[in-house]
């Protein structure tokens, strides 16, 4: 699949810590920097910014102890904008935080597009020039720094509004020193043919303004956010025009529509266009450096992310399944595995019987005839027609097996339950649940409170159970959605509970798995998804009735 001729090695650049964070509701803590840098460096990412060390305490701290990690690969990079106006690069506060956080790469971030320089730094278009020229000098003559590198901010833009200029803001750059000249896509809304055009004619209008060639020019870099929707094209339209370096971040998290997702290029260049980069194996730990950076920046995970995301290779239809069970490659374009990811077959009323088999068989075994299959699949269509949606309930789709082959168990038999809710003004509100149930000969009739209906049943029931089946300590609700199904029936519509349990299985390994219910009744639902959890635990855990 990979085109052979696209051997070139192509630094990844992560900016996941520094433009990342300006992403909507992301914050890191200085711990979770540290370890993020570690996993990108484990996967061979060449460079990892840190932040800025003029920004904010955390921020300096990082550079103090990132110089404690053993990094094997990745070398760590300063941001900063170029000097103020007017003052020597030596008396300015962020060029001293620059050379002072003793990361051997500085990024300095400059202007190209003349509208910035005059309306927003509102300063002479020489002393910009100037700005990016002394600012990237200054950094290059620090003992501790290696290289520099210099972000055109807007540089798309800019090169639109005025060619001359933008050339001669990144010959400013080249004469600093810089070694890398990094075109941003700072609004993010360029199309793809003008990337690809200021990309084919860039170098060559540098080399003939420097009077040099352009082979003897610092090599170009592209930085790109994602407002079009086109910054992983955008990235890779830069590669192919010759780009030796790819910055963005992880998961695309960043300001206003995010960065390029790094783990969606990293897996087209390597896996589809032959280009080298990372370490060997590192592609396969895409999904682990994904799943890492949504827990620690307490994003929620995009589902439908290229590659890593949980439905990737989730398949739904049931034709397709039909197809996947016979060759896999029918409607997956890699195989899961190689990005670290997994197959998901869905049973849904859009199944077949293919998606039952798939599903179940493993477990089921021959139990899982043509005609089981297909009661099933009715029971399912008919169920899902009334509100409930098994994809997201796998566990309450196996208790539907085990009726359907008449293997379900009785764990017990309820005669009722009852909640009581007393709404005082200016007093906590008060829940109690009562459950009356038979459990073998016995009758069981106990009272909880609660906090709300749900945590009040759940502890009644619990409390009827547990003399019989104390496994049912192991089981920890944790997490609870309540979704309307129709909402034109406005508070008379009906709710489909979802609850997600966490659990010892008999092997010792923690499970997750999720229930479903759906009434008129909140509480009705909720109940359905308590109980069906319970009894399918029971049943995993073989518990005797
Ligand atoms: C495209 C990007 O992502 S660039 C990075 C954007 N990220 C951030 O802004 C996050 C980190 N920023 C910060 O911590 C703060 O904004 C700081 C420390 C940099 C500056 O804070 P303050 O001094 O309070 O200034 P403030 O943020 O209000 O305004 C920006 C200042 O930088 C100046 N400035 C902006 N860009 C540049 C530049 N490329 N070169 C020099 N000066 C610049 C502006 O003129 C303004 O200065 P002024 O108030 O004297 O006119
Ligand atoms: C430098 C940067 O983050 C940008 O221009 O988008």
């Given at each position: ?111 190209t ?42 540089f798309f833009d800019g090169y639109r509004a005025n060619p001359?200029?933008a ?31 200021v990309?084919?004619?860039l ?343």
């Amino acid at each position: 699949m990979a085109s052979p001729e696209n051997n070139r090695r192509i630094e990844i650049y992560d900016t996941t810590l520094r433009d990342g964070t300006q992403g909507v509701g992301v914050s890191l803590t200085l711990t979770d920097k540290l370890a993020i840098t570690q996993l990108l460096d484990e996967m061979g990412v060449d460079f990892v910014e840190g932040g800025y060390p003029l920004s904010n305490p955390k921020d300096v701290a990082y550079f103090e102890e990132v110089q404690k990690l053993e990094l094997k690969h990745t070398r760590v990079c300063a941001f900063g904008m170029t000097r103020r106006k007017g003052i020597d690069p030596a008396d300015d506060q962020g060029m001293q935080a620059l050379v002072n956080s003793g990361a051997p790469i500085i990024t300095i971030v400059g202007k190209t597009w003349d509208l910035h320089v005059d309306e927003v730094l509102r300063i002479s278009r020489e002393e910009n020039l100037a700005m990016i020229r002394d600012s990237v000098a200054f950094c290059r003559s620090a003992d501790s720094v290696q290289e520099v590198f210099y972000d055109a901010e807007h540089f798309f833009d800019g090169y639109r509004a005025n060619p001359e200029y933008a050339r001669q803001t990144l010959q400013a750059a080249i004469d600093g020193g810089a070694t890398r000249l990094v075109l941003c896509d700072t609004n993010g809304g360029s199309m793809t043919d003008w990337v690809t055009q200021v990309m084919a004619e860039l170098k060559e209008k540098l080399a003939v303004d420097a009077d040099t060639s352009a082979e003897s020019l610092p090599s170009l870099a592209i930085h790109c956010h994602n407002d079009a929707g086109l910054a992983v094209a955008n990235s890779q339209a830069a590669v192919a025009a010759g780009a030796v370096q790819v910055q963005g971040t992880i998961n695309g998290i960043g300001e206003r529509c995010g960065n390029v997702d790094l783990l969606t290029v990293i897996a087209n260049l390597k896996l589809k266009l032959g280009y080298d980069c990372l370490i060997d194996g590192a592609v396969a730990r895409l999904g682990e450096l994904s799943d890492a950076v949504y827990e620690k920046a307490a994003v929620e995970p995009n589902d439908g992310q290229p590659y890593v995301g949980d439905n990737a290779f989730a398949h739904k239809g049931g034709m397709h399944v039909h197809a996947v069970q016979r060759i896999a490659h029918s409607y997956e374009h890699v195989e899961p595995e190689s990005v670290g990811n997994q197959r998901r077959i869905l049973v849904s009323e859009l199944s077949g019987r293919s998606n039952i088999a798939a599903t179940l068989g493993q477990k089921f075994g021959d139990a899982v005839t043509p005609e089981v299959q297909t009661n099933l699949l009715t029971k399912v269509q008919d169920l899902e027609h009334r509100g409930y949606q098994f994809e997201h309930a796998p566990a309450s789709l196996e208790l539907l097996m085990y009726e359907a082959i008449g293997q379900r168990p009785s764990f017990w038999v309820r005669d009722h339950y009852r909640c009581v809710i007393l709404g005082v003004p200016e007093e906590p509100t008060q829940t109690e649940a009562i459950v009356k149930l038979t459990v073998g000969d016995e009758v069981e009739h106990r009272v909880a409170e609660g906090d709300g209906p749900v945590n009040a049943l759940d502890a009644a029931l619990r409390k009827a159970l547990r003399a019989h089946y104390p496994q049912i300590d192991e089981l920890t609700l944790t997490d609870y959605a309540v979704r309307v199904v129709n909402p034109t029936a406005q508070s008379a519509a009906k709710v489909r509970a979802t609850a997600e349990f966490e659990a010892r299985g008999v092997d010792g390994n923690l499970r997750r798995f999720s229930t479903i219910g759906v009434d008129e009744n909140i509480v009705d639902a909720s109940w359905q998804a308590l109980s069906d959890a319970i009894q399918y635990y029971l049943i995993e855990v073989g518990a005797e009735k």
